[in-house]
Nanobody, 118 residues
Framework: QVQLVESGGGLVQAGGSLRLSCAAS????????MAWYRQAPGKQRELVAS???????NYADSVKGRFTISRDNAKNTVYLQMNSLKPEDTAVYYC????????????WGQGTQVTVSS
């Protein structure tokens, strides 16, 4: 059994910063790609940023230059540093990871709310 547990969400004013964390636990052999997605009310879930095991990163155009994804392979943890937050960044943020146990499977975290006030 594998679990992804997110933390770090909250309420922040526009222009502020938050740092999200997502820790994976369980019978993990290795973790390949990790990513952050978000879903705003009434909208589809969208990819925010992704990172390979070798730390190659990819970002949505809307967050480039403001968000930074990173990971600590020893801790099976992925981070999302969010700076210069805007009201349109308000959403539930979900962690996703390709985890190898005896097979490879994608897992989701439970989500953490980020609210940016204007």
């Amino acid at each position: 059994q594998v679990q992804l547990v997110e933390s770090g969400g909250g309420l922040v004013q526009a222009g502020g910063s938050l740092r999200l964390s997502c820790a994976a636990s369980g019978s993990i052999r290795t973790i390949n790609a990790m990513a952050w997605y978000r879903q705003a009310p009434g909208k589809q879930r969208e990819l925010v940023a992704s990172i390979t095991r070798g730390s190659t990163t990819n970002y949505a155009d809307s967050v480039k230059g403001r968000f930074t994804i990173s990971r600590d392979n020893a801790k099976n943890t992925v981070y999302l540093q969010m700076n210069s937050l805007k009201p349109e960044d308000t959403a539930v943020y979900y962690c996703n990871a390709e985890v190898v146990t005896y097979i490879s499977h994608y897992y989701w975290g439970q989500g953490t709310q980020v609210t940016v006030s204007s």
